[in-house]
T-cell receptor, first 113, second 114 residues
Framework: RKEVEQDPGPFNVPEGATVAFNCTYSNSASQSFFWYRQDCRKEPKLLMSVYSSGNEDGRFTAQLNRASQYISLLIRDSKLSDSATYLCVVNMAPSGGSYIPTFGRGTSLIVHP | DAGVIQSPRHEVTEMGQEVTLRCKPISGHDYLFWYRQTMMRGLELLIYFNNNVPIDDSGMPEDRFSAKMPNASFSTLKIQPSEPRDSAVYFC????????????FGQGTRLTVV
């Protein structure tokens, strides 16, 4: 079983739609959680951190459920410019060592006019 | 700060040749990560350093791969000899501390081995 799992998609939605991505992780001792965005042929960049109480940044809302080992990202009022791959990232410590960023395979989002 | 700097941006080489990828992390960051990204496997961690010391290289695919970090501002990933299946985008990333901090990525090196 992969340590961080995501539905690869693609999610194909019209402008203005609301779309949600989910991510599950295997290591219950994981400490930090992030969503990154990766545009085609570019490097991953931080979109937002995910806090235990849930957090919002404009049209983006992230939530964490530690009991279910589950993270979500909600995008409201989708824009064409939101088209990208969204990577779920979990800082986990394999075998009690250092916490390292472990990436999911990413979920592809295509927003069309 | 200029961010994480990688070179070269693109590399095309023939099978059997040695390839060296370079990375300059963000100043003050004590963790450096090398990742490889392919369509089939996504982003895979190859090796990471803490304070210039290699901590975990279990992701390095085979002995043909080696990485060094001679000082806090420079790291290399070397493939010798290279093979077509090594073709991928190689990213270097750095972070400060570990648990709660984000990793910053360089622009990557797109390697093609023919």
């Amino acid at each position: 079983r992969k340590e961080v799992e995501q539905d690869p998609g693609p999610f194909n939605v019209p402008e203005g739609a609301t779309v949600a991505f989910n991510c599950t992780y295997s290591n219950s001792a994981s400490q930090s959680f992030f969503w990154y965005r990766q545009d085609c042929r570019k490097e991953p960049k931080l979109l937002m951190s995910v806090y235990s109480s849930g957090n919002e940044d404009g049209r983006f809302t992230a939530q964490l459920n530690r009991a279910s080992q589950y993270i979500s990202l909600l995008i409201r009022d989708s824009k064409l410019s939101d088209s990208a791959t969204y990577l779920c990232v979990v800082n986990m410590a394999p075998s009690g060592g250092s916490y390292i960023p472990t990436f999911g395979r990413g979920t592809s989002l295509i927003v069309h006019p | 700060d200029a961010g994480v700097i990688q070179s070269p941006r693109h590399e095309v080489t023939e099978m059997g040749q040695e390839v060296t990828l370079r990375c300059k992390p963000i100043s003050g960051h004590d963790y450096l990560f090398w990742y490889r990204q392919t369509m089939m496997r996504g982003l895979e961690l190859l090796i990471y350093f803490n304070n210039n010391v290699p901590i975990d290289d279990s992701g390095m695919p085979e002995d043909r791969f080696s990485a060094k970090m001679p000082n806090a501002s420079f790291s290399t990933l070397k493939i010798q000899p290279s093979e077509p299946r090594d073709s991928a985008v190689y990213f270097c990333a750095s972070s400060r501390g570990q648990m709660g901090t984000e990793a910053f990525f360089g622009q990557g090196t797109r390697l093609t081995v023919v």
